[in-house]
């Protein structure tokens, strides 16, 4: 143990106004002053979120009770004054933004996210620390992924604060049970009413742990910890070191697509803990918790994990071969139906993450893509390459598990785009080059190619079709009709329509509370057809004539090669073969 000591405690003394307390306790840093720091973003969430904007009512004192100065010398910084490396500090955390990577504290229960908790002293991001909850009568559960200290009720413990920030803490009364998954003890932490059957719940997610441990080769965790908070309408995951945070629909373990759709949420954020967790790009950790992590490389580790999610649930049986096909088809239909796949490449996706993957706009679509969609592209292009190529000896399965092998078990460091290609190319003998290079490019490939070396084919139902489109998207709400998008070099961005127009009327036929006049005027006419569109921008009213073009819009369909030779449809087999290892 550390001659100096860093402690925290939490409390809870006003949930209902969604409030922690916070109580840091430093003993035997010994300097001139201590600046402690509030991290600006969490790992696995790359948005600069400015969690120092939540702390309020900052004090300290010294072990005597006595009150040292304490000020701020940045937006989330605190120097305090003391000499004797010793120091107590108070402060309070509002809490109350419902999403698995921030605060959420009321009368419930209270959900801690540790970057947007815990101060850290500068310069000792590696020094261990404890937390310790100070439970309300009416919570009697803690659910985390940090280490209990013996002895202690409701003492935490970690090794430093990379591992601190990365174990979020559930704590109240929700539903928890154990199972036993790869030989590893699983803890399940259910947030909210829902109607899940734990039974179910447990064997299906013990097939998703083995089927991925099997593709990696082993387990890093002693222990995992799922918690799961369950909303009126909610999807989405943050992945942790040995544990994860999982948002669902109380309503999805009811229906079979919704029941399936969490499962694929539970195997991507899982599937993390290998990719991202531990195989990681160069840049992502050791982390700098006040500035952005860039990384190109946010194509292979968020969009492999988001191709193979809805994999892993076809190897576990969840989903037949359709079932399967039409939720990967997902991925291409909405990369090639914005206008921003032409603009932005996915290299560029994930460099730009920060600026605006979590900040979406009305021209977003535009000029943008997701490196999870495009990354999931192209790992399917490379899977089916490499099967393709070695005639079914080999899969990306076999790469990322040598990858894992080499650069964490052996090397315990981040990595390059460049070794992962060479070493991916090593382990296949196959050339990926076409694809890599597509990184970088807003040129698509040709995935029908690919698809058809394992028998597939890869159609456009909407290529021979000619739709007339003003490449707009509209919201109904008060009975007005207002444009909420305008697609890049569609009729209505030539012709001036914009963003935030009401649209009054089209051909002098006034719209009723749900647009469909201009649905219908669309319907009856022709490309190359003028409407005279009839708008309120900014309460001024204006007529705008719009000639119609042909619709861009794509709709994209897997499905069995009628044509493909026998050692095609072999290796298609192999392809979406049930359980792998």
């Not at 460099?351 to 997701?370: A, C, G, L």
Request: hydrophobic content about 35%.
């Amino acid at each position: 143990m550390m001659n100096s000591n860093i402690h925290f405690q939490l409390s809870f003394i006003e949930p209902q106004a969604h409030y922690v307390e916070v109580t840091m306790q430093i003993n035997g840093i010994v300097q001139d002053f201590l600046d402690l720091k509030m991290p600006a973003w969490t790992p696995g969430s790359y948005l600069i979120r400015e969690f120092a904007k939540n702390i309020e009512q900052v004090a300290a004192h010294d072990p005597d009770g006595n009150p040292l100065r304490i000020f701020k010398t940045k937006k989330n910084t605190w120097r305090v004054e003391t000499t004797s490396g010793n120091a107590l500090v108070t402060y309070r955390v509002y809490s109350f933004e419902r999403s698995v990577r921030t605060n959420l504290v009321d009368d419930q229960h209270a959900f801690i996210s540790p970057a947007g908790t815990f101060l850290y002293v500068d310069g000792y991001l590696d020094h261990e620390s404890t937390v310790e909850v100070i439970l309300p009568a009416q919570w009697k559960k803690i659910s985390t992924g940090l280490a209990p200290v013996a002895g202690k009720d409701h003492v935490f413990f970690a090794e430093n604060f990379d591992i601190l920030y990365d174990s979020p803490l559930e704590i109240g009364n929700q539903d928890t049970w154990t199972f036993v998954a790869a030989g590893i003890p699983h803890e399940f932490a259910m947030v909210g009413t829902a109607d899940y059957n734990k039974e179910q719940l447990s064997q299906d997610i013990t097939k998703i742990v083995e089927v991925e441990t099997a593709l990696w080769g082993s387990n890093p965790n002693d222990r995992y910890v799922f918690i799961t908070h369950n909303y009126q309408s909610a999807h989405g995951g943050l992945e942790h070191l040995n544990s994860t945070v999982l948002a669902a629909s109380r309503s999805a373990y009811s229906s079979p697509i919704g029941y399936n759709n969490f499962l694929s949420l539970v195997a991507h954020e899982y599937f993390h803990l290998w990719n991202v967790k531990r195989l990681r790009a160069e840049h992502l950790g050791p982390f700098n918790y006040e500035e952005e992590a860039y990384t190109p490389l946010l194509w292979i580790f968020e969009g492999f994990t988001a191709y193979y999610d809805n994999l892993i649930t076809r190897r576990c049986g969840f989903r037949n071969e359709q079932e399967y096909l039409n939720e990967l088809v997902v991925e291409f239909n909405l990369v090639l139906n914005r206008p921003g796949h032409k603009v932005q490449s996915v290299g560029l996706s994930s460099f730009d993450t920060w600026i605006k993957q979590y900040r979406p706009d009305e021209n977003s679509s535009n000029v943008s893509i997701s490196y999870y969609n495009k990354g999931a592209m192209l790992a399917t292009m490379i899977d089916i390459s490499i099967i393709a190529h070695t005639k079914g000896e080999k899969r990306l399965d076999d790469v990322l598990r040598a990858a894992y092998k080499q650069f964490y078990l052996i090397e315990d460091r981040g990595i390059t785009e460049k070794e992962f290609q060479d070493l991916a190319e090593q382990v296949t003998g196959v050339s990926l080059q076409d694809i890599f290079s597509a990184v970088y490019t807003t040129e698509e490939l040709d995935y029908n190619a690919y698809f058809n070396l394992v028998g597939y084919q890869f159609i456009d139902q909407n290529k021979l079709s000619q739709t007339p489109s003003l490449g707009i998207k509209v919201n109904h709400h008060d009975g007005r009709t207002t444009i909420k998008g305008v697609d890049r070099n569609s009729a209505a961005w030539t012709d001036g329509l914009s963003v935030d127009d009401e649209i009054i009327a089209v051909n002098n036929n006034r719209l009723d509370p749900m647009g469909r006049e201009l649905d219908q005027a669309i319907t009856f006419s022709a490309i190359g057809d003028t409407l005279t569109i009839l708008v309120s921008r900014d309460g001024v009213i204006r007529e705008i004539p719009v000639t119609l073009k042909a619709s861009d819009k794509v709709s994209y369909y897997i499905e069995r090669n009628p044509e493909s030779t026998e050692e095609q449809r072999r290796l298609g087999n192999i392809w979406l073969s049930l359980q792998e290892g």
